[in-house]
């Protein structure tokens, strides 16, 4: 199965401007932000909200969604290339960015198997 060569980076943040980065859990201390691809006939405002269910459990209750009118273009990683979809992108990709505000300032925190890695910051129980 391909992938579509067309994403979107979900840039999360609250009213004073905390911004959401994610640890990649196979890249340790690799941050990025919430992204994924578009599935076939997907606005990228309905892929932001899949994907923050999917990353992040995040509903779309209490987010305002913008989309940015930019597209960026990327180079597809040569050992990716063979994963794109073969709709003639060629070695590109563009990417949309959508703005995800959080109507509060409070965070939850997100743990995927990782609370070995912060023991300051896990759950109580």
Same mark, same amino acid.
């Given at each position: 199965?391909?992938?579509?060569?067309?994403?979107?980076?979900?840039?999360?943040?609250?009213?004073?401007?905390?911004?959401?980065?994610?640890?990649?859990?196979?890249?340790?201390?690799?941050?990025?932000?919430?992204?994924?691809?578009?599935?076939?006939?997907?606005?990228?405002?309905?892929?932001?909200?899949?994907?923050?269910?999917?990353?992040?459990?995040?509903?779309?209750?209490?987010?305002? %969604?913008?989309?940015?009118?930019?597209?960026?273009? *990327?180079?597809?990683? &040569? =050992?990716? $290339?063979?994963? !794109?979809?073969?709709? +003639?992108?060629?070695?590109?990709?563009?990417?949309?960015?959508?703005?995800?505000? %959080?109507?509060?300032?409070?965070?939850?925190?997100? *743990?995927?198997?990782? &609370? =070995?890695? $912060?023991?300051? !910051?896990?759950?109580? +129980?």
């Amino acid at each position: 199965m391909y992938k579509n060569p067309e994403s979107v980076l979900v840039v999360v943040h609250t009213p004073d401007l905390q911004v959401l980065l994610l640890e990649r859990a196979r890249h340790v201390d690799y941050w990025q932000s919430v992204t994924g691809s578009l599935e076939s006939g997907e606005s990228p405002e309905e892929t932001a909200l899949r994907e923050l269910r999917e990353e992040t459990g995040l509903s779309p209750n209490g987010l305002a %969604l913008r989309a940015w009118k930019t597209c960026n273009r *990327f180079e597809i990683l &040569p =050992r990716l $290339y063979s994963r !794109a979809s073969r709709g +003639g992108a060629g070695p590109w990709g563009t990417s949309r960015t959508v703005l995800a505000r %959080l109507e509060s300032s409070r965070w939850a925190m997100l *743990f995927v198997d990782e &609370p =070995r890695r $912060y023991p300051d !910051a896990a759950p109580p +129980g």
